[in-house]
């Protein structure tokens, strides 16, 4: 088509009225029902299918179809409940598939506004729709229903379309008042039209006198019964279901179905949280949350974790819930996201990072726009109440995507938690807040989390992200804040170093201050590893001293300099109260000895393992009553993030902050170990395993030589890294069985503790072992409940700790020394790297890995019978 060629509709009074449709028109009839738009969809089938146009339906409301199957129509079907980004990307591969020049008939958009709940999404949907129909000179129907929507988003949709229509009928007749016609004009145009329905020649426009006054009486008829449309359909539900609060003549079966619409917009369809949820929240508990949301959508998933966890413990556990903080967390809507992404014109960058050639490259660029983009003056607002709120208490803006903390995915640590010292005037707060959120946002185009998404097939689905922004609980020690305590919590311990542990008590990793130091692995330091069956029992690795593993640094809030900061234990002595150092520090008073002998001055020496908050009364009874309860409700394994706030006097409260289903490693039954030689021993060990009962036979040994990576200069550490990564990339898909073999801490930030590799780049490794090398310091450390934890869970991988200090551990490095390196076949340019990246191919030597939980034993090596 060329530009302006004429299109006919089907009725010659219609086109013209509005000197014809032209290419790249899209097209709103915005009617009182459905049978009004259909009439005119029929009208524009037929024209095309005369005409031999590529004429495409696209079905997926609930109301009858507009058309019926017919030679020259091809039907689409489509399932809006797939969320508003599954849908919307099927839509536009449709109109890319089809190309140019193509007509469309949708079914009513109005439909969507129930599957989606928002006005909002439905003009997000429009708003990106058309413009990449008119760049491929469509043409394109859509109808809306009068009155079911918001001014905002009936504007939005003006401003989007190139025509607009009214149309309004009453027995025989149809009116329509042009209220927009792109770049076209005549003395009529824009004035109301008649015609019979029956008789499409009687066409004439409505220039005054009778039959204009009998139109508008028609609009007057036909308006005055609309909703009060300065409200989002979002908000027009919850208004009715509040008001409907103290009808006490609804039925069971009423609120159960009021209760059920109220989670699916707010919470989802995952069903085994909708059940619990309904289980324990009632109409005005729902309705609380939705006031206390910015914008529309669901709250994801770990704000409803934190609210289902607080719920739970409140019905069934009250003499426990009065020991937890009340909370008083904000929300920040799903549907703010994606409005965020199509105001600041990301949606292409999005689509394109759907496709599998785009995944990553087009992330890179999706990720520096999102950080460059600008709120909308109505969410600023919002933004501002939520800061005036908090006033300058510290607030953490947290993630809360949908596809987070559920039953099947974790997201540990994939996406982004940010805090707000929140000081200085509002206008600077709310500017670190817009910072902190939109790096939130952009976190979901972070490597970690594509690779995660990918690898559990998820790479595809609506990944929205909400928000949940809470206050840091904690107490000001001059102008740093903190809390006293802080930890995550495992309702299950699936690491049990001691016999005498019971793993259904749980475990807890406690550190002193913010809780970044339990979910994230540091630099040498030691958070405290509590079984809840037996407090006093410690995994400590090797014969060091207790100093040596312990928590030398704490992460605070400087409120000075308006920043987050990881301070020496030295450095706080000062601000610290008596009666807290007392609490929660201890001294070396061997090396304050030695220091003193030697002349140094008698500086205090102090270390923290939270000995004194886990002697506190009560305070270990509450953690595992709290987490056992969930447990029980949730018929499944969870786990915690929480803080700790004591007083003097041995008083505490806890904050629970997150709750999720826990990924539990498997466990498996007793496996019986042959006997083997002692030249046939790769390795065999006797605790420091994580995985379960195994028997795993192994293709590709990857082997870190601890002395060679020692030696390196820092930089080309990374390196190491980097090829470890790409031989991971290597056997991605070649269903190899792989172990990875290295020094010290696997994962670490810090090179000169270990390997600094992420997730993604030994997401395809089945066993890792963490060696220890004491003329290097480095030193195995599983990390039980931090972030790196989880996805060795989550991805089904083996953890062993293999410890020279272990007089029961037998290790024989060069076990494969003999064997070609084939390192140099996968990274042709890694020839420096050689003699520090061992990779060996054993597929021909019946390499075996066994482990046993109940005896403990896990033994690497050549045996002879298969399994």
Not at 274 to 303: P, T
Request: glycine share 6%.
């Amino acid at each position: 088509m060329a530009a302006f060629d004429k299109i006919y509709s089907g009725i010659e009074g219609i086109d013209k009225a509005l000197d014809f449709i032209r290419p790249g028109d899209n097209v709103v009839w915005q009617v009182s029902d459905i049978e009004e738009y259909a009439f005119f969809a029929e009208k524009l089938a037929r024209q095309a299918i005369k005409e031999k146009r590529n004429l495409i339906y696209i079905r997926f409301a609930q109301h009858k179809p507009l058309l019926k199957n017919q030679e020259g129509l091809k039907i689409i079907k489509l399932d809006a409940n797939i969320g508003f980004e599954s849908f919307t990307v099927a839509v536009h591969e449709i109109i890319k598939n089809e190309g140019q020049e193509t007509f469309y008939i949708f079914d009513s958009i109005s439909e969507l506004q129930v599957a989606w709940s928002a006005d909002l999404m439905m003009g997000n949907f429009f708003v990106v729709t058309c413009p990449f129909l008119f760049e491929l000179n469509t043409i394109a129907y859509f109808g809306i229903i009068r009155g079911r929507h918001s001014f905002d988003a009936v504007a939005r949709i003006r401003e989007t379309t190139q025509i607009l229509l009214d149309i309004y009928s009453e027995k025989n007749e149809f009116y329509i008042h042009p209220l927009k016609v792109w770049k076209r004009y005549s003395n009529t145009m824009f004035l109301p039209h008649r015609f019979e329905k029956n008789n499409t020649n009687s066409f004439t426009t409505l220039t005054g006198g009778l039959n204009a006054s009998k139109f508008y009486a028609l609009v007057e008829k036909k308006t005055s019964v609309i909703a009060d449309q300065n409200l989002d359909n979002w908000d027009r539900f919850f208004l009715k279901a509040k008001l409907n609060l103290d009808d006490t003549k609804q039925d069971t079966r009423k609120l159960n179905k009021t209760i059920n619409e109220i989670c699916e917009r707010i919470i989802g369809k995952e069903k085994k949280l909708v059940d619990i949820m309904q289980k324990y929240f009632n109409i005005k508990d729902l309705i609380a949350i939705k006031e206390r949301m910015i914008g529309s959508g669901k709250i994801g998933g770990k704000a409803t974790g934190m609210l289902l966890a607080r719920k739970i413990i409140e019905n069934i556990l009250p003499e426990i819930f009065i020991k937890l903080e009340p909370h008083d967390s904000f929300y920040i809507g799903s549907d703010v996201y994606y409005t965020y992404l199509v105001q600041n014109n990301c949606w292409k960058l999005r689509i394109a990072q759907k496709t599998e050639e785009n995944y990553f490259s087009s992330a890179k660029k999706l990720r520096q726009r999102i950080l460059a983009g600008t709120f909308p003056e109505t969410i600023k607002e919002q933004f501002r109440r939520i800061l005036e709120y908090y006033g300058q208490n510290p607030i953490i803006v947290r993630s809360s995507s949908l596809l987070e903390d559920s039953f099947d995915n974790a997201f540990a640590g994939k996406y982004e938690s940010i805090f707000c010292v929140n000081n200085g005037s509002l206008d600077e707060r709310l500017d670190d807040f817009e910072k902190a959120v939109k790096q939130v946002y952009a976190s979901t185009m972070d490597k970690s989390a594509l690779e995660y998404r990918l690898q559990r097939g998820l790479s595809k689905s609506d990944e929205q992200m909400a928000i949940l922004v809470q206050r840091v609980s904690g107490l000001r020690f001059d102008n740093i804040f903190m809390p006293c305590a802080a930890g995550v919590g495992y309702s299950y311990n699936s690491y049990c170093w001691h016999k005498d542990i019971d793993p259904n008590d749980g475990m807890i990793r406690l550190v002193m201050g913010l809780g970044t130091r339990a979910v994230e692995r540091t630099e040498s330091d030691y958070p405290r590893i509590v079984s809840l069956s037996n407090p006093n029992l410690t995994p400590l690795t090797g014969n060091g001293s207790r100093n040596e593993f312990s928590q030398h640094k704490v992460d605070v809030l400087d409120l000075g300099k308006n920043t987050f900061s990881s301070l020496d234990l030295s450095e706080l002595l000062k601000i610290l109260p008596k009666w807290f150092k007392n609490i929660m520090l201890e001294h070396d008073r061997e090396t304050e000895k030695l220091l003193r002998q030697q002349g140094e001055n008698a500086a205090e020496v102090v270390f923290t393992t939270c000995d004194g908050l886990i002697r506190m009364k009560g305070f270990i009874y509450t953690l595992r009553q709290i987490m056992s309860i969930i447990q029980k409700e949730y018929n499944y394994p969870v786990d915690i993030e929480f803080t700790c706030n004591f007083s003097e006097q041995g008083d505490f409260l806890i904050n629970l902050l997150q709750c999720r289903p826990l990924q539990v490693g498997g466990i498996g039954g007793k496996i019986t170990i042959p006997e083997i030689k002692d030249k046939n021993i790769f390795f065999e060990l006797f605790s420091g395993t994580m995985g379960g009962s195994i028997i795993q036979p192994i293709n590709i040994v990857i082997q870190i030589d601890p002395e060679g990576y020692y030696k390196l200069p820092y930089k080309k550490k990374y390196t190491i890294a980097r090829i470890v990564g790409i031989v991971n990339q290597y056997f991605k898909n070649s269903k190899k069985i792989i172990m990875f073999l290295a020094p010290g801490r696997i994962g670490t930030n810090f090179p000169e503790l270990g390997i600094p590799v992420n997730f993604s780049e030994i997401s395809n490794i089945k066993i890792i072992c963490e060696v220890s090398y004491k003329d290097a310091g480095y030193i195995p450390e599983l990390s039980y409940g931090s972030h790196f934890f989880q996805d060795l869970v989550e991805s089904d991988i083996f953890y062993a700790s293999i410890s020279e200090d272990d007089n029961q551990t037998k290790f024989n490095p060069n076990f494969l020394k003999d064997r070609e390196n084939i390192l140099l076949n996968i990274y042709p340019d890694g020839k420096e790297y050689s003699n520090i990246i061992k990779i060996y191919d054993v597929s021909d030597i019946k390499l075996m890995l066994l482990s046993d939980i109940i005896s403990s034993q896990t033994i690497c090596g050549i045996f002879k019978n298969s399994f």
